[in-house]
């Protein structure tokens, strides 16, 4: 039917100003903060239409499938509406779990379930799953909507608008120290800035008081420690290179990360045909945009040496000295980070 990516906060006033729900809904996101938000004002909606019951089946692969069914097609003793939610954590539904999904789909948009409500919540797919059989039926037959993290641009705005609804204001060298604190837990952000709203009356919430109240409860991954050595933001490579390190993250999948990006662009700038390099790698989207604009800043000629700079540092993990090396290796892959995010704007 349909698939759009509203925000979380169109997609709970959707909810709560339409007059009917879609037979059949597909919510599917990683942030379980605006998952959590997004299915609440369904199952809000669905009460207020006059759902009486409600039926939540969390299924994966090994479950049995035909409680849904039997969810789905079984009659209310008054005639009343009904919400069946079913839950797929894992993403992979398996075969029976796939066939299934298919057919509830169908059924509801056929009208052959007019007394019931459908909601699927899925985490994000990726490239493979979203290509398969089921998914393609999902969103041809119910209302897909992928509710979409905040990107770290927009978390201020994001902030500053959840402060709004505690009658809160903050300047942006506030909003920008926040979002540092609690970049990649939307949920501990939520948290944090409920407690203001105990420890602070209405108005305008001054950097000291902020400072004073938050915990630093960022949580940073690997496509974050990519994403910012291949857009130069040294600093915040550096930054989140030491939130993993902080965070107990292995340091041979750290350095696989850094290393395995400079391995592939240092083929892609040596090839002769660079688009079609980007192809052969499904090197797509944000992170071809990414790739592209690092490929534009460093220098062909600095790829090979970066990437013999990632073979030292592996040798170092494994405990072997390398002359004119640090001998941590954390601090080492710094550098190597560094090196790669500083090109083409001041010497590594």
């Known amino acids: 039917m349909s698939s759009r990516t509203p925000d979380a906060d169109q997609l709970i006033a959707q909810f709560a100003s339409g007059r009917d729900l879609p037979p059949c809904t597909v919510l599917s996101g990683d942030e379980i903060l605006l998952i959590t938000e997004a299915a609440d004002a369904y199952r809000a909606a669905a009460t207020r239409l006059g759902c009486s019951e409600r039926t939540h089946l969390v299924l994966d ?4 499938w035909s409680t849904a069914l039997m969810a789905a097609r079984n009659t209310s003793l008054f005639g009343d509406l009904r919400m069946v939610e079913v839950s797929l954590p894992t993403g992979k539904p398996g075969k029976t779990g796939a066939d299934t999904l298919q057919t509830l789909a169908d059924m509801a948009a056929q009208g052959q379930l007019p007394d019931v409500r459908i909601l699927i919540r899925l985490p994000a797919l990726d490239w493979t799953t979203q290509k398969a059989k089921w998914v393609q039926a999902l969103k041809k ?3 897909w909507i992928d509710v ?18 505690q009658d809160h204001t903050a300047d942006a060298d506030t909003l920008a120290w926040l979002s540092d604190k609690v970049e ?19 108005g305008t919430l001054t ?17 974050d420690l990519r994403d910012a050595m291949l ?19 292995a340091l041979p999948l750290v350095l696989w ?3 395995e990006e400079i391995r592939i662009l240092t083929r892609v700038s040596a090839d002769a045909n660079p688009d079609g390099a980007l192809r052969a790698y499904r090197i797509f989207g944000p992170r071809e945009r990414l790739v592209r604009q690092a490929l534009q800043r460093v220098p062909a000629r600095a ?9 030292e540092v592996d040798r170092l993990i494994k405990g072997i000295p390398v002359p004119g090396r640090l001998q941590d290796p954390w601090d080492e892959l710094a550098r190597l980070v560094l090196r790669v995010a500083s090109a083409g704007t001041r010497r590594p």
């Open 184 to 202: 990649g837990n939307l949920l501990a952000a939520h948290q944090e800035i409920q407690k203001l709203a105990l420890l602070h009356p209405a």
């Open 148 to 165: 979409p993290t905040i990107p770290r641009a927009s978390l201020p705005q994001w902030i500053a608008g959840r402060l709004a609804r």
């Open 231 to 249: 857009a130069g933001q040294a600093d915040r490579a550096l930054t989140v290179l030491s939130g993993l390190r902080a965070e107990g993250e």
């Open 303 to 311: 790829w090979p040496p970066a990437l013999r700079h990632a073979h």
């Open 207 to 223: 950097l000291d008081q902020v400072q004073a109240a938050v915990l630093n409860v960022a949580r940073y991954n690997l496509y």
């Open 257 to 259: 990360a850094v290393g």
């Open 141 to 143: 037959q119910a209302t």
């Open 61 to 64: 692969a090994r479950s049995d």
